[in-house]
């Protein structure tokens, strides 16, 4: 009988866990952001140079699926570790690496999917990165994409770029695009 009375509190017990655990309630909190060291905002702006390499025999862009014909550059994907660097040429001051990929997306225009994290490997931001996501239209002077995220000094970073092509070379592909970040972090 004492079994009988332990086997029903028990599975008593487990039904009523199941059904409190099924409602959801207690997966997440408000928490205060002084638990994270999370003080006044800042804005921050740098400007870089990103420098595609695809030519050579150290290409820093490398495609990875080709495009689907040879009118456009709609579907081909590129992965980079290009260098972000100081001033327009490639052998200037090194601040860190754009590490991603962009796809070309646009069937009718020239534009691509980017997904690029500019790691910081020097100064006050060594170890620190962003993370850019968004369309970039190439052929338009001046492109906008959003800054989604960050890690180190940029934990929490919400903010955008301005990309300005600074040079370019049609026979290889290769480009020097200038990056105006305006990044808001704790």
Same mark, same amino acid.
């Given at each position: 009988?004492?079994?009988?009375?332990?086997?029903?509190?028990?599975?008593?017990?487990?039904?009523?866990?199941? =059904?409190?655990?099924?409602?959801?309630?207690?997966?997440?909190?408000?928490?205060?952001?002084?638990?994270?060291?999370? #003080?006044?905002?800042?804005?921050?702006?740098?400007?870089?140079?990103?420098?595609?390499?695809?030519?050579?025999?150290? $290409?820093?862009? =490398?495609?990875?699926? /080709? /495009?689907?014909?040879?009118?456009?550059?709609?579907?081909?994907?590129?992965?980079?570790? %290009? #260098?972000?660097? *100081?001033?327009?040429?490639?052998?200037?001051?090194?601040?860190?690496?754009?590490?991603?990929? &962009?796809? !070309?997306?646009?069937? #009718?225009?020239?534009?691509?999917?980017?997904?690029?994290?500019?790691?910081?490997?020097?100064?006050?931001? %060594?170890?620190?990165?962003?993370?850019?996501?968004?369309?970039?239209? =190439?052929? *338009?002077?001046?492109?906008?994409? $959003?800054?989604?995220?960050?890690?180190?000094?940029? #934990?929490? !970073?919400?903010?955008?770029?301005?990309?300005? *092509?600074?040079?370019?070379?049609?026979?290889?592909?290769?480009? *020097?695009?200038?990056?105006?970040? &305006? =990044?808001?972090?704790?």
């Amino acid at each position: 009988m004492a079994k009988l009375i332990l086997i029903i509190v028990t599975q008593i017990l487990l039904i009523a866990a199941i =059904v409190s655990a099924g409602k959801g309630e207690n997966f997440a909190k408000t928490i205060d952001k002084k638990h994270f060291g999370l #003080r006044k905002e800042k804005l921050t702006h740098f400007r870089v140079y990103w420098h595609d390499i695809l030519s050579g025999s150290n $290409p820093s862009s =490398v495609v990875i699926n /080709p /495009p689907i014909s040879n009118s456009s550059f709609f579907g081909s994907v590129t992965v980079i570790d %290009n #260098r972000l660097t *100081t001033e327009v040429a490639v052998n200037s001051t090194l601040v860190g690496q754009a590490q991603g990929i &962009y796809a !070309a997306t646009g069937q #009718r225009d020239a534009s691509a999917l980017m997904v690029m994290n500019f790691a910081f490997k020097t100064g006050k931001y %060594n170890g620190s990165s962003i993370a850019i996501l968004g369309r970039n239209a =190439v052929l *338009t002077k001046v492109r906008e994409m $959003p800054v989604i995220g960050g890690s180190g000094l940029f #934990r929490f !970073a919400r903010g955008y770029v301005e990309a300005r *092509t600074m040079w370019f070379d049609q026979k290889s592909g290769d480009a *020097t695009v200038e990056y105006s970040c &305006y =990044v808001l972090h704790y």
